[in-house]
């Protein structure tokens, strides 16, 4: 079973192994209204916690995404590009944006739990 | 390009089902192309005279190719400007229901008055001596501007909107200056609600922007704006009313509390039209705000025209309004750019000359011939239609708050919910009816947002046709059978639906030459 974690930036990780896969969370894409586009970093990319890394622009705004972990990338989500929508329709399946392999395990410690998350999205009102 | 061999199955014939025209042409919906791409190379207009033999003194830099401009005869020109100036859609052509923008009717006197010889010929550079009636015309409009505002002072000078905010708030930093807090002082409050220039001009002058929310009736939360004044607090910008299109009811409890924290109150001019004649911003405690004349006083919008954007000052911050100062010396007008003519520590220029004369000519064309009565009908009719417009699609579409409303109306995408139909295809269907949609997904505090500002000059029989195509496609979204209809609008305009995103993403800027046209003007 994959532990999935969350950021006070509202992306999501899963990971399996060494591998996470990250996201934007349900609440972020509902923010945000209709995704039209979604910029990914490349495989093989050096990231760090915290760094930006992805582009989701929707019909009201362009965000920046912040990587919740450090590594290097290993896949990108390619979908993305011709189907931003899936960002809206499934934000933590088929809309995953890229896979990273971990630098440090240490680091998904300062991030929150599903129940914690939660928590941290209602007191946002 | 050689248009002789036709357009026959090109993008204008649409659906393959629909007849095709060898031109690609539909009727009065003419493919147009680029001027460079019309045409013969070599081809002009002006019958010039051989040039005479010179010496060529460029020794040897000489153009490798052709300069490249497009071929074509006067009529060629003048058609092709003609047909593009037909494409567009307009303040003169229908309903412009475009929210928070106040797309205004202009009235033709404005023109009249602004093309009259002693006005429309006039040069910045002359003699003052020579404009003294030209310097009246801005004093004058300056005394309408602080009349209807309560204020003392105005800058006539800053071009537009958003460069009367910068000036607003470059007096703001300056009276703090003076007062030894501008470096203390550092946060302006700005609701989550606000035009997005109001933070990026405080952001501009160094300041940090810190967002008010909302209470559930859409305006300021008056408890979480006194929690966030205090001694680092420089301003609060504020719109009323707001870009939801609602008073702020409790604003002289805001602004005193920003006062009694030694802040200045910045108020967002953009809607002044919803409440001139009826309100005076002055007598609510705004120390400046600015004022689009385009949205309140008619002068011609976006591309029709330059912008204007007075900005009206509390007496503590009217020394510091920029040059130049319109004063009258004894019989004469005189144009202050130095101390020693004025009472006051300015900011110095923002802008050449002095300011927007064009506009300022219309504006005041539009205040004396409405006079106060007619300004203050002018925004209880826009007040009128917006409210109008809430209550004739109140039980179809829903409104994002409770009304009444000022002077548009704003909706959410509530009624949407699960017809698989969004505000951009509700948009998009509006292109098919005939009009220009309304401002979609602003504010941005209200989901799926729909804002519509009839203004105050849309006759009814008009508003009405706009509502009943607004509920019949209202209808239609919730029946639940036309989905993949919205999904395809607009599809009665000469373009489908645009990949805005690429287009943002990748703008082709620029036209360059074909092979083949590169080879004909060879």
């Given at each position: 079973?994959?532990?999935?974690?969350?950021?006070?930036?509202?992306?999501?990780?899963?990971?399996?192994?060494?591998?996470?896969?990250?996201?934007?969370?349900?609440?972020?894409?509902?923010?945000?209204?209709?995704?039209?586009?979604?910029?990914?970093?490349?495989?093989?990319?050096?990231?760090?916690?915290?760094?930006?890394?992805?582009?989701?622009?929707?019909?009201?705004?362009?965000?920046?995404?912040?990587?919740?972990?450090?590594?290097?990338?290993?896949?990108?989500?390619?979908?993305?590009?011709?189907?931003?929508?899936?960002?809206?329709?499934?934000?933590?399946?088929?809309?995953?944006?890229?896979?990273?392999?971990?630098?440090?395990?240490?680091?998904?410690?300062?991030?929150?739990?599903e129940a914690a998350y939660d928590t941290f999205v209602k007191g946002l009102g | 390009m050689d248009r002789s061999q036709g357009r026959t199955g090109g993008i204008a014939s649409g659906t393959s089902t629909e007849p095709t025209t060898f031109t690609g042409n539909r009727a009065l919906q003419i493919e147009e192309p680029l001027i460079f791409e019309m045409g013969q190379p070599g081809r002009c207009a002006v019958d010039l005279p051989e040039p005479p033999k010179v010496k060529e003194r460029l020794n040897g830099l000489r153009r490798a190719g052709e300069i490249g401009l497009p071929g074509l005869a006067e009529p060629q020109v003048v058609q092709h400007y003609t047909r593009l100036s037909q494409k567009n859609?307009?303040?003169?052509?229908?309903?412009?229901?475009?929210?928070?923008?106040?797309?205004?009717?202009?009235?033709?006197?404005?023109?009249?008055?602004?093309?009259?010889?002693?006005?429309?010929?006039?040069?910045?550079?002359?003699?003052?001596?020579?404009?003294?009636?030209?310097?009246?015309?801005?004093?004058?409009?300056?005394?309408?501007?602080?009349?209807?505002?309560?204020?003392?002072?105005?800058?006539?000078?800053?071009?537009?909107?958003?460069?009367?905010?910068?000036?607003?708030?470059?007096?703001?930093?300056?009276?703090?200056?003076?007062?030894?807090?501008?470096?203390?002082?550092?946060?302006?409050?700005?609701?989550?609600?606000?035009?997005?220039?109001?933070?990026?001009?405080?952001?501009?002058?160094?300041?940090?922007?810190?967002?008010?929310?909302?209470?559930?009736?859409?305006?300021?939360?008056?408890?979480?704006?006194?929690?966030?004044?205090?001694?680092?607090?420089?301003?609060?910008?504020?719109?009323?009313?707001?870009?939801?299109?609602?008073?702020?009811?409790?604003?002289?409890?805001?602004?005193?509390?920003?006062?009694?924290?030694?802040?200045?109150?910045?108020?967002?001019?953009?809607?002044?039209?919803?409440?001139?004649?009826?309100?005076?911003?002055?007598?609510?405690?705004?120390?400046?705000?600015?004022?689009?004349?385009?949205?309140?006083?008619?002068?011609?919008?976006?591309?029709?025209?330059?912008?204007?954007?007075?900005?009206?000052?509390?007496?503590?911050?009217?020394?510091?309004?920029?040059?130049?100062?319109?004063?009258?010396?004894?019989?004469?007008?005189?144009?202050?750019?130095?101390?020693?003519?004025?009472?006051?520590?300015?900011?110095?220029?923002?802008?050449?000359?002095?300011?927007?004369?064009?506009?300022?000519?219309?504006?005041?064309?539009?205040?004396?011939?409405?006079?106060?009565?007619?300004?203050?009908?002018?925004?209880?009719?826009?007040?009128?239609?917006?409210?109008?417009?809430?209550?004739?699609?109140?039980?179809?579409?829903?409104?994002?708050?409770?009304?009444?409303?000022?002077?548009?109306?704003?909706?959410?995408?509530?009624?949407?919910?699960?017809?698989?139909?969004?505000?951009?295809?509700?948009?998009?269907?509006?292109?098919?009816?005939?009009?220009?949609?309304?401002?979609?997904?602003?504010?941005?505090?209200?989901?799926?947002?729909?804002?519509?500002?009839?203004?105050?000059?849309?006759?009814?029989?008009?508003?009405?046709?706009?509502?009943?195509?607004?509920?019949?496609?209202?209808?239609?979204?919730?029946?639940?059978?036309?989905?993949?209809?919205?999904?395809?609008?607009?599809?009665?305009?000469?373009?489908?639906?645009?990949?805005?995103?690429?287009?943002?993403?990748?703008?082709?800027?620029?036209?360059?030459?074909?092979?083949?046209?590169?080879?004909?003007?060879?």
């Open positions: 079973m994959a532990e999935v974690k969350f950021s006070e930036e509202h992306e999501w990780i899963s990971v399996d192994g060494e591998v996470g896969t990250v996201g934007i969370t349900p609440y972020a894409q509902e923010q945000l209204g209709d995704v039209v586009f979604v910029d990914v970093p490349a495989a093989g990319r050096k990231i760090a916690k915290g760094e930006s890394v992805a582009v989701v622009e929707s019909v009201k705004a362009a965000s920046d995404i912040y990587s919740p972990v450090s590594g290097e990338v290993v896949e990108a989500n390619a979908a993305l590009a011709d189907t931003p929508g899936d960002v809206n329709t499934e934000p933590m399946g088929k809309g995953w944006f890229f896979k990273v392999k971990l630098s440090d395990k240490g680091e998904l410690a300062g991030l929150m739990d | 859609y307009a303040i003169d052509m229908g309903v412009y229901p475009l929210g928070s923008c106040t797309m205004k009717h202009n009235p033709r006197i404005n023109e009249k008055v602004a093309r009259l010889p002693g006005i429309g010929d006039l040069h910045p550079l002359q003699p003052v001596s020579t404009v003294q009636g030209a310097l009246e015309l801005i004093d004058r409009l300056a005394h309408w501007l602080k009349t209807l505002t309560g204020m003392p002072a105005v800058a006539m000078s800053p071009a537009a909107g958003a460069h009367g905010e910068m000036c607003g708030m470059m007096a703001i930093a300056a009276a703090l200056d003076a007062r030894g807090e501008r470096v203390r002082r550092k946060i302006v409050l700005a609701p989550e609600s606000a035009h997005g220039t109001n933070p990026a001009t405080a952001a501009a002058l160094g300041f940090t922007v810190k967002p008010i929310p909302a209470n559930e009736r859409g305006r300021v939360d008056l408890a979480a704006l006194k929690a966030a004044l205090g001694p680092d607090v420089a301003a609060i910008m504020l719109t009323n009313p707001n870009t939801c299109g609602l008073f702020e009811s409790e604003i002289v409890e805001i602004s005193k509390a920003v006062h009694d924290a030694g802040a200045y109150f910045y108020c967002d001019g953009a809607n002044f039209n919803a409440i001139v004649g009826r309100v005076r911003p002055g007598d609510l405690g705004v120390d400046c705000m600015h004022i689009n004349l385009h949205k309140t006083f008619s002068t011609p919008h976006g591309g029709g025209g330059p912008g204007a954007g007075p900005v009206v000052l509390s007496a503590a911050l009217a020394p510091y309004a920029p040059y130049p100062w319109i004063v009258k010396q004894g019989d004469a007008w005189t144009v202050a750019e130095d101390g020693a003519a004025v009472d006051g520590k300015p900011l110095g220029r923002l802008k050449a000359f002095h300011g927007q004369m064009g506009m300022f000519t219309r504006a005041l064309a539009y205040i004396m011939s409405h006079g106060a009565d007619g300004l203050k009908q002018a925004a209880e009719d826009a007040v009128l239609s917006a409210n109008y417009v809430m209550a004739a699609l109140g039980d179809i579409m829903t409104p994002a708050f409770d009304g009444p409303c000022m002077h548009e109306a704003l909706f959410d995408d509530s009624f949407l919910k699960d017809t698989g139909v969004s505000t951009l295809d509700f948009a998009k269907a509006m292109i098919d009816e005939g009009y220009h949609p309304m401002t979609m997904y602003f504010p941005l505090v209200v989901h799926g947002a729909m804002l519509i500002e009839p203004t105050e000059s849309v006759a009814k029989e008009d508003l009405d046709q706009f509502i009943g195509a607004l509920r019949s496609l209202a209808e239609r979204a919730k029946s639940g059978t036309a989905v993949e209809d919205f999904k395809a609008a607009p599809r009665f305009a000469p373009r489908r639906r645009l990949d805005e995103t690429l287009a943002a993403r990748k703008p082709i800027l620029r036209w360059r030459p074909t092979n083949s046209f590169k080879q004909a003007a060879e």
